[in-house]
């Protein structure tokens, strides 16, 4: 069985899309076998990955709460690894989204307000949790950041203060990233790929992804 990846935030605009983008392309050339669930009616992915130039990628599109559950389950009986990027918490398929992860990551920008509403996705995810009595591991995902930056340190420290977990490796504010969205092209390489390679290992560590690929890419 796979691992289930969620990405959520009640915020827009704050770069579940390009994440989602990055690991999937990311772990696909690393020979893992990755299905996309784009679950926001937006279907930013869905939309990219019909400009997607590389490794297979199995992308789908499902918005209905009441299948977002079996959708994703279907998909990770045949996939290393399932990545969900989904609307804002006010969009209740997120919320089954998110209470069917093995790992939700909540994206933070560097303002307070980003960082109030990843505190804030952070305790709708442990209530997920509690309804379902399990715990649903999450982590933050720093993103379009500066590590010396004075507000990326504030942000830091409230989100620590909150005692909410965050991935060691930020994700930059580089225009590459901005160039997904124009571009069917992943960086596997160059500053991009390796900040990538990074994420991957932390979360192979955390055990949201599998060591190595069990299945074979479509």
Known sequence: MGRIITVASGKGGCSKTTIVTLLSGNLAAAGYAVAVVDADPNACYFQWHKLYEGPPIDCSSEIRQEEIVDHAQRKVAAHDIVLIDTAGFGNT?????????????????????????????????????????RDIPFHIVCSRWNARGLVERAVTADLAAAGLPILRQPLSDLSDFGKLTLSGKVPVTGKVGGQADRMIEELIALGAIPAKPAKRAA
């Open 93 to 133: 398929t997120a919320a089954f989204a998110a209470a069917a992860a093995d790992m939700v990551l909540i994206p933070v920008m560097p303002d307070r307000a980003s960082a109030v509403e990843a505190m804030r996705t952070a305790r709708q995810v442990q209530a997920f949790g509690k309804a379902g009595r």
